[in-house]
């Protein structure tokens, strides 16, 4: 997906404090016994304090602990309110939202940086010598065991969207949606019922599976069945490793992501959700909006452009737990009942996916939560009950009532 021609140069994944910095072969990782990892440790030891001084300067950034970071805090505008009022009144009609792994947790996936949690933290199920390991094409191409065992806890089937992508859902029900960009992988925007053309997988999915060497297409079934059966699937064509078509750190992203350039310049709102804007190019989408357009940050912390004081004039955040905000927004804008109504009706749909769902992340990573912070029941919990509801289908969506039945085969 991420080799096709066009008139656009490529643009290739990467964070905003390593990206620039390329693993060459001879530096790969020793990650201890298994047939991939034997022969290397020695000289990966400045590489590796390299990247972890740098994912430390990553993690301020998305943690935001700094003194000036309580300062943005304080100088929220009462956001949520303000943009509802715009919503209400008929002036966002083209709303483009910018979502990263934020938006997931509350499926039980944890995100990448939060404290704890986050996979980061929890890297020793993992066996690599540094965080963003698991997403790098050279060490893949050296060990692809730690993504594969990933891959299992992620492949679309394990989790349940929330309320949260209900809501993106209602944005297009209601007409709004101009384009929902995701970094995520976990396929649940789709699942909740997003049609495609309204969605862009700007890091890929696991729909689709190619060489990681030669490109050549792979039956993205038969990879998954592989992965989950803990074999390395294999091309047809070169017998170098197959992989899912995620965007890993040095890789292209998809062709799609360049509908950004007409998106963006068009949107009348646009709404940043669950993301620490760390990962480029990705991050930089944010400020190509025209600069008086509303832009709205829901998420734990200021991030990117949300930690300058003052902030743009357009510009409204509301920090706090993201799903318990966007209730809050669902509330005032009069669409509560409904995006509980849809969450129930496709959780019907979407069911036989779920009960046939390997191993969760929230499985594996015995420090994730199920519950949020305050230990209210979260959406998964309530979508849990809803989906034993047995309730009618009632909405008129069918367009996006098949992109969920067709991504159920994934
Ligand atoms: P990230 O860097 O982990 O940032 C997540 C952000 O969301 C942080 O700022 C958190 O504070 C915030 N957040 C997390 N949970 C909540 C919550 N309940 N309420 C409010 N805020 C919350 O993740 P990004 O998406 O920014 O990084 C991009 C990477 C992560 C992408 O390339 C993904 O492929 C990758 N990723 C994806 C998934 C997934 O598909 N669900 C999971 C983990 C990582």
């Known amino acids: 997906m991420n080799r096709s021609r066009s008139s656009q140069p490529p643009v290739t994944r990467m964070t905003r404090s390593a990206g620039s910095r390329h693993i060459e072969p001879s530096e790969k990782l ?23 001084s ?12 700094s003194p000036s970071a309580s300062a943005v805090k304080s100088s929220s505008r009462g956001g949520l309110a303000s943009v509802a009022r715009l919503v209400k009144l008929g002036r966002c009609k083209n709303v483009v939202v910018v979502a990263g792994a934020g938006i997931s947790t509350a ?23 540094y965080p963003e390991a698991i997403f790098n094409i050279d060490y893949f191409s050296n060990d692809p065991q730690p993504f594969f065992s990933l891959a299992k806890a992620l492949y679309p089937g394990s989790h349940r969207p929330n309320y949260i992508h209900y809501f993106i859902r209602m944005l297009h029900r209601n ?55 803990d074999k390395v699937p294999l091309c047809t064509f070169c017998a170098a490793t197959v992989k899912p078509d995620v965007v890993f750190f040095g890789e292209d992203l998809p062709q799609k992501y360049f509908l950004n350039t ?11 959700m669950g993301t620490s804007l760390q990962i480029e190019p990705f991050a930089s989408l944010v400020n190509t909006v025209r600069s008086t357009v509303p832009r709205l940050l829901l998420n734990r912390h200021a991030v990117g452009p949300f930690q300058k004081v003052p902030l743009r004039r357009a510009d409204h955040m509301e920090l706090g737990d993201l799903e318990e905000t966007v209730r809050r927004f669902a509330e005032m804008l009069g669409w509560n009942d409904d995006i509980e109504e849809l969450m129930r009706s496709q959780e019907t749909l979407i069911l036989p996916t779920l009960m046939s769902s390997p191993l969760s992340v929230s499985d594996q990573t015995s420090c994730q939560s199920r519950g949020s912070p305050d230990g209210t029941e979260t959406s998964r919990a309530v979508g849990q009950r809803a989906a034993g509801s047995g309730s009618e289908e009632t909405d008129s969506e069918t367009d996006s009532k098949s992109s969920a039945s067709s991504s159920q085969s994934t």
């Open 262 to 272: 007409q998106d963006f310049p068009k949107a009348d709102l646009l709404i940043i």
């Open 107 to 129: 499926s039980g996936i944890p995100d990448f940086r939060t404290p704890g949690t986050g996979l980061y933290a929890n890297l020793e199920r993992y066996n690599i010598p």
């Open 175 to 229: 007409g709004l949606l101009l384009r929902v960009y995701t970094q995520n992988i976990d396929g649940l925007e789709k699942l909740c019922g997003i049609p495609d053309d309204k969605l862009v997988e700007a890091h890929g999915s696991f729909a689709t599976a190619a060489c990681h060497l030669c490109y050549t297409a792979y039956p993205a079934e038969e990879a998954k069945q592989a992965i989950m059966n």
């Open 30 to 52: 020793d990650c201890g016994p298994g047939p991939y990892g034997k022969q290397r440790r020695k000289q990966t030891d400045s590489a590796l304090a390299q990247d972890l």
């Open 54 to 65: 740098q994912m430390r300067v990553s993690g301020q950034g998305g943690l935001n602990t």
